[in-house]
């Protein structure tokens, strides 16, 4: 089977390599998916910098977002059937319950487990979801990380939100799009952010009219005050980390709620916990979900009929340009790669 491997760890954008392997089979507990299609998340391309847990494995097959259906199943598996079309979960050992550090022993296309960016890919019946037939397997793929983040971010923090909320997004990647669009389908305002002109454009093709360039405004958390009446933002959605995190507090309202979802500004400089103290701001960690909140997620997607912003789907051949063009920033949505 066609598969792509970490062939370079470490050269980043030209780590992955094209490679043929046997086809799996699987063992008790496991189930082989005949894998269509998968897709590309910021931990992927530091991953292959040698930058995300330490040097990747050579030969570890990457990635680990996709969907297909059910080629063979292993000993003792009868939850599923052949043909059944799933995804897999980031997380396979996180089925429920908080967040606990032993699930980031198993992740998917890191440390000693393969990945599923290859035309079979092994994984363990308690580790992957039903789909819904309103998606494509090219839609399924794009959700694993990035959505279920977004849903764990909105819907299952310390404090819920309330009918009619406001939520600020931060920039046009996956977690954020996915954000405003779960947010929208719930009756929720959205305010987003963005340093292009071209791409707040599109956020209005997404029906969202608060739409701030923090590169015209770098005071931006000034601009969500006053959308807000002086308020603030009742939860913003932060994916800059230090870059951004500073700014976030100044945007929430007292009692408010930030979820850091991401650090593509850095660690940065120390925070001043003030604001959070004296205005009651609530900040928490969010890191992608459980397979329990995947599937809370895929009910609300096929409810509202959710369709994941794709901006661009490559071939299996020129996966290594998905990584690219991640590495770029331009892309509006999610990277997908297609396993003909």
């Not at 850095?266 to 604001?275: K, N, R, V, W, Y």
Request: hydrophobic content about 45%; glycine content about 14%.
């Amino acid at each position: 089977m066609k598969s792509i491997v970490m062939g370079y760890p470490g050269r980043g954008v030209e780590a992955w390599k094209l490679q043929e392997r046997d086809v799996p089979k699987p063992g008790p507990g496991q189930v082989l998916v005949r894998i269509r299609a998968a897709s590309v998340n910021f931990r992927d391309l530091r991953i292959a910098q040698g930058a995300y847990g330490g040097p990747a494995k050579q030969g570890l097959v990457v990635l680990s977002d996709g969907a297909g259906e059910i080629a063979a199943l292993g000993p003792g598996v009868t939850r599923y059937a052949v043909g059944d079309r799933v995804a897999s979960t980031y997380y396979p050992t996180w089925n429920a319950g908080p967040y606990r550090a032993e699930v980031e022993d198993v992740g998917l296309g890191i440390g000693d487990q393969d990945g599923v960016l290859a035309e079979y890919a092994l994984l363990s019946a308690h580790g992957i979801v039903r789909i819904p037939d309103t998606l494509g397997f090219e839609q399924a793929a794009a959700l694993p990380c990035a959505a279920v983040t977004a849903w764990q971010a909105l819907f299952e923090g310390s404090s819920r939100l309330l009918p009619g909320s406001s939520v600020v997004v931060q920039g046009t990647g996956g977690v954020s799009l996915f954000a405003a669009q779960l947010a929208r389908a719930t009756g929720h305002r959205v305010i987003a952010t963005s340093s292009s002109a071209a791409k707040l454009e599109r956020l209005g093709g997404l029906g969202i009219t608060d739409r701030i360039n923090y590169r015209e405004t770098p005071q931006w958390h000034e601009q969500v005050l006053h959308l807000t009446g002086g308020q603030g933002a009742d939860l913003v959605i932060d994916v800059g980390g230090g870059a951004t995190l500073a700014s976030s507090l100044a945007a929430t309202r007292g009692g408010g709620r930030i979820a850091v979802v991401g650090l593509l500004g850095g660690a940065g400089p120390t925070i001043d916990p003030l604001p959070i103290l004296f205005r009651t701001v609530t900040v928490e960690g969010v890191h992608v979900g459980s397979l329990a909140m995947f599937e809370s997620l895929l009910r609300a997607v096929e409810r509202s009929k959710l369709q994941p912003v794709i901006d661009r789907v490559f071939e299996l051949p020129d996966a290594a340009q998905a990584l690219a063009a991640l590495a770029a920033g331009e892309h509006f949505g999610k990277l997908v790669i297609r396993v003909p």
